[in-house]
């Protein structure tokens, strides 16, 4: 009976950059759980569509660059229009610039800032509002980071975001809770997507990163993926405000 509580048959979420990496592997996950998956990529979803059908639920991108705050309410209205409503909003679309503090370019601080925080707040407004119109309540899960806790090392811009992913993310709960809105976060620890390509090449980093972590291994985009059924389930209805480490218990050494 309890995990019926997990699951999501229809429902309809949307899930921003998942045409690969962490955003795919939720995606999937969530379209396994029984959600059907509005998707938000720079260009095409790449082989996602074929993933989610074959998880028995329907797919459909919208083309935007979230970066740009004017493509915010059109990317909505269309999420809305296309299944004929929205449940959940996983804001995973994010960016890294990698450079010495003392050298950091202002553009490298604001297309950072620009999508991992300021869309993520824009379009969490934007469907709360539709939650409030569709009288459902819903789910928000955005994506925090080890940097949400720690300072890093050479990628200012990034910790100052994922900080205030977490601080926004508690922000919004307190305000939308009442309306049985649920805003979550994840924190994923190192995983082996495009973000950690540069870090894993390099083999020194690549070795003290992976020794540091207790399971032993990099993270997968499979790995993020219970976590996000869970919150955008009806099991995580009264988790609000929480950031949840999916680490291989990098936070708890
Ligand atoms: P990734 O680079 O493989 O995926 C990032 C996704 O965001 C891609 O689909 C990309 O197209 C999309 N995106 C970026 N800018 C966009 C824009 N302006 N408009 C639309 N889409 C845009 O990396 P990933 O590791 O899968 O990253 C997913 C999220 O997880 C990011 O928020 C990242 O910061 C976060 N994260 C990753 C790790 C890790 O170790 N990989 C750790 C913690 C947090």
């Known amino acids: 009976m309890i995990l019926r509580s997990f699951g999501l048959d229809g429902k309809v979420a949307i899930v921003s950059g998942c045409n690969t990496g962490l955003g795919q592997g ?6 396994q759980a029984g959600a059907d998956i509005i998707g938000v990529n720079y260009g095409s979803a790449d082989d996602t569509p074929e993933l989610i059908e074959k998880a028995g639920r329907r797919f459909h991108n919208i083309t935007a ?13 269309e999420a809305r229009r296309t299944f004929g409503r929205i449940d959940i909003l996983v804001n995973n679309a994010g960016i890294i610039r990698r450079e010495d503090a003392i050298e ?25 509002r539709v939650y409030n119109e569709q009288e459902s309540g819903g789910k ?25 992913v977490m601080g926004l993310t508690r922000a919004l709960a307190n305000e939308w809770a009442s309306s049985n809105i649920n805003v979550n976060a994840i924190a994923p620890g190192y995983m082996a997507t495009n ?40 099991a995580a209805d009264y988790i609000n405000g929480f950031t949840l480490a999916v680490d291989g218990g990098w936070l708890a050494r």
């Open 26 to 31: 939720m995606a999937v996950a969530l379209a």
């Open 65 to 77: 660059d979230l970066s740009q705050p004017c493509v915010i309410s059109d990317v909505v209205a």
């Open 104 to 128: 950091f370019s202002e553009s490298d601080w604001d297309d950072v800032l620009n999508i991992n925080l300021k869309s993520v707040f824009l379009m969490s407004q934007a469907v709360a």
């Open 140 to 164: 928000i899960i955005n994506i925090a980071s080890m940097l949400s806790y720690q300072g890093g090392i050479r990628v200012p811009s990034y910790t100052a975001s994922k900080s205030a």
């Open 195 to 234: 973000n950690t390509a540069a870090l894993r090449a390099d083999d020194v980093r690549e070795k003290a990163i992976r020794e540091r972590i207790p399971a032993n291994r990099w993270g997968t985009p499979e790995d993020v993926g219970g976590s996000a059924v869970f919150l955008a389930s009806p």
